[in-house]
């Protein structure tokens, strides 16, 4: 009994810790870029929370602090972080955090107006979800680097991107989110 009190009381303090994580995606995507900043800092500040999450979890908080501070103009400070948290994974092969890593340097690259840069990113992003089969994320890493495509003049991943498109879109429940964007971008 006292075991099972003891757990119970550790998942709740890890759901109170970890809800921040979940209200700052929501922040972006409201476009609070800033308040999102503040508190993915605060949460990388909790000293005993962050180290019962693990190395992860903190590369995760980093990553995601990293593309809110380039949304809120801090390109430099984001830049620094990515390459940080890049060196310290190394060789670790954790898919989410893999493309979370190139999202990152992708929206750098479009901060930086490094448009081929960008479509690198993007293009690197989609081989790490590929190997998942996740159609959704694949759907929408393909919009963007269509998107930087356009920006870059790069016709091949331009094309490259209507492909992924083309095989992802027909069988996605979220098509009709999708389409109209991928049309209005003539990839698909």
């Not at 909790?46 to 501070?69: K, P, Q």
């Not at 955090?97 to 930086?112: I, T």
């Not at 996605?172 to 109209?180: D, G």
């Amino acid at each position: 009994m006292r075991e099972g009190s003891r757990l119970a009381e550790g998942r709740s303090g890890l759901l109170r810790y970890s809800g921040p994580y979940w209200q700052a995606r929501e922040l972006v995507l409201r476009g609070r870029h800033g308040d999102a900043v503040v508190l993915l800092r605060g949460m990388l500040e909790a000293g005993r929370e962050l180290e019962d999450h693990g190395r992860s979890w903190r590369h995760y908080l980093e990553i995601e602090l990293a593309a809110a501070e380039v949304a809120a103009g801090e390109v430099a400070e984001a830049f620094a972080r990515q390459a940080r948290v890049r060196s310290e994974v190394g060789g670790l092969r954790d898919p989410m955090l893999l493309w979370d890593l190139e999202r990152v340097d992708a929206v750098v690259a479009r901060r930086r107006g490094e448009p081929r840069e960008e479509v690198a990113a993007w293009r690197r992003g989609l081989a790490v979800i590929e190997e998942l089969g996740t159609d959704r994320l694949a759907a929408e890493f393909a919009l963007e680097m269509g998107e930087a495509a356009l920006r870059a003049g790069d016709v091949a991943a331009k094309q490259e991107a209507g492909r992924w498109l083309a095989i992802v879109l027909p069988t996605l429940r979220s098509r009709a989110e999708l389409e109209p964007r991928a049309q209005a971008l003539r990839l698909y």
